[in-house]
């Protein structure tokens, strides 16, 4: 059990209570990176911290990691666009109130609410309204307790997201 810095919940309740809430959208991509987004915290214990709130660009060494593991570009880049979702809904002065107490400390080492150019940039990112939903689930799954179903539910997804052809990407692992 790997606590989740700073919240009531264990790293691994809340990657199943984001990817829980995930289910609604029907979109095993989605559902998928909801699951692993944050699995960039636990792929190397020995990389660099930011004090006791995670590790550092935990959102890239995920988006590389699933890359390897042959998780698609999709799912790879929403999980890691998650922190910059954060950085751009801070622009809205009501976002910062919903944030946990953890997450707005992380926001320091995570470069601060996005510059205007950063979210145009962002906005100009195809994929940006699904980074913004990952981002949403993720922040709606630190409920101490919940209910919902365990990893051996989304074996199968993920079984099948992994063995899916890619058409365009090399066979064999090395994407
Ligand atoms: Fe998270």
């Known amino acids: 059990q790997v606590d989740y810095i700073g ?18 959208s029907g979109d095993p991509e989605l559902m998928l990176a909801a699951l692993l987004h944050d699995i960039g ?11 006791d709130l995670g590790t550092v660009n935990h959102e890239g060494l995920a988006q590389d990691l699933l890359l390897k593991l042959g998780c698609s570009a999709r799912v790879a ?19 910062a109130g919903k944030l946990s107490e953890a997450s707005r400390q992380t926001l320091a080492h995570q470069g ?3 510059s205007d150019l ?3 940039t ?3 990112n195809p994929l940006h309204r699904d980074v913004l939903r990952v981002r949403a689930w993720d922040e709606a799954a630190k409920v101490p307790d919940a209910e919902v179903p ?6 199968p997804l993920l079984l099948d997201h992994l063995l899916a052809p890619r058409p365009g990407e090399t066979y064999g692992g090395q994407r």
């Open 7 to 24: 919240e009531p919940v264990t790293q691994l309740a809340h990657a199943l209570q984001a990817a829980d809430r995930a289910r609604a």
């Open 41 to 51: 915290h636990l792929a190397d214990p020995n990389a660099p911290q930011m004090a």
């Open 77 to 95: 880049q929403l999980v890691g666009g998650h922190v910059d979702a954060k950085r751009y809904l801070m622009r809205r002065p009501s976002y």
């Open 112 to 114: 601060g609410p996005m």
């Open 118 to 120: 950063e979210a145009v």
């Open 122 to 124: 962002f906005e100009e």
């Open 150 to 155: 365990g990893l051996d539910f989304w074996r």
